[in-house]
């Protein structure tokens, strides 16, 4: 499966931004979906998940409350919305797929990954 993330930007504290990830070449709807976040010099974490329908979703501490992940599996698309954005969400966000039922955290459960998109918070 490709995946083709997009949507990302710079914004200001406190604002909000969407992220998309479309999907191509796989049954999206047999995959879990996550979201990662990147920035120079640390590992990729975890930032959010959600299961093939929609069904179950879970989150990093540090996001939730904040961030929500969707799918729509007739556009073949994650989403993630994020609000009052902070300078340390500052990163390249990647969108990832994994093809067991479950949701994991570690990055190396994904065997799919999208290019990552740039979001930058100004404060």
């Known amino acids: 499966v490709q995946l083709q993330a997009s949507g990302g930007g710079l914004v200001q504290a406190g604002d909000s931004l969407r992220l998309s990830c479309a999907a191509s070449g796989g049954i999206f709807s047999r995959y879990t979906m996550g979201w990662f976040r990147q920035t120079p010099g640390k590992e990729r974490e975890f930032v959010a998940a959600i299961d093939w329908n929609g069904a179950v979703t879970y989150y990093a501490d540090s996001v939730k409350g904040r961030f929500a992940i969707s799918r729509d599996n007739a556009k073949n698309t994650v989403y993630l919305q994020m609000n009052s954005l902070k300078p340390e969400d500052t990163a390249v966000y990647y969108c990832?797929?994994?093809?067991?039922?479950?949701?994991?955290?570690?990055?190396?459960?994904?065997?799919?990954w999208g290019q990552g998109t740039q979001v930058t918070v100004s404060s």
């Open positions: 990832a797929a994994r093809t067991t039922a479950l949701i994991a955290t570690p990055p190396s459960s994904y065997a799919y």
